[in-house]
Structures are given as structure tokens and as C-alpha cells.
Nanobody, 111 residues
Framework: QVQLQESGGGLVQPGTSLRLSCVSSVSIDSRYSMAWYRQTPGKERELIALISYDDNTDYAASVRGRFTASRDAAKNSLYLQMNDLKPEDTAVYSC?????WGQGTQVTVSS
């Protein structure tokens, strides 16, 4: 059974950066696609970054050019580098793979 644990969230000011991590209990090698989602209260979960099985990446328009997703299969880890954060990026961020979501990490962007 896959278990995912995110970390790296926090309270930051607009324009700054954060790097989220997601550690998997099982292999996350390139056979598996992985994704980052985010959710705010009252809204549906939003897919913001996808790493496909061949390591191609795709991003939601709202984060493209600011966020970068990557994986380190040797560490069973997925990362989300978030730059130039905006208040509208405030959300709970979760990673996803093989049918499983992590519990999420809160990111709050506020001055």
C-alpha cells in the first residue's frame, strides 16, 4: 500500500518561494506518473502539476512558469518548487500517485 507524506508548507510573503516535498513509502520510478494537487475550502481539488511516466511535465495555467515539479526516484521523493508565490496560491497541497493522495501540507501566502 502506498503512503505519501508531504512537507515544506508554511506561511510566506508574496513574491517568495517554497519547496514542497513528498516522500513515498514505495518506488516512484518512471513507471508511474505523479502529480501535485491543491485545494482551498469550498473548492474542488485542482491538478496543478503532472509528471508523466516518461518524466514529461505539465502544469495548470495558474502556476505555469512559476512552479516546477520534479522527482528523485532514488529518494522515492517528489518535489514542487514554487516561486513568486501569490495570495491565490494559498491552499493545501497534496501529492498523488498510484491511486493515493497524501494528507497535504498547508501553504499560506500573505503579507
Amino acid at each position: 500500500q502506498v503512503q505519501l507524506q508531504e512537507s515544506g508548507g508554511g506561511l510566506v510573503q508574496p513574491g517568495t518561494s517554497l519547496r514542497l516535498s513528498c516522500v513515498s513509502s514505495v518506488s516512484i520510478d518512471s513507471r508511474y506518473s505523479m502529480a501535485w494537487y491543491r485545494q482551498t475550502p469550498g473548492k474542488e481539488r485542482e491538478l496543478i502539476a503532472l509528471i508523466s511516466y516518461d518524466d514529461n511535465t505539465d502544469y495548470a495555467a495558474s502556476v505555469r512558469g512559476r512552479f516546477t515539479a520534479s522527482r528523485d526516484a532514488a529518494k522515492n521523493s517528489l518535489y514542487l518548487q514554487m516561486n513568486d508565490l501569490k495570495p491565490e496560491d494559498t491552499a493545501v497541497y497534496s501529492c498523488y500517485t498510484r491511486g493515493t493522495w497524501g494528507q497535504g501540507t498547508q501553504v499560506t501566502v500573505s503579507s
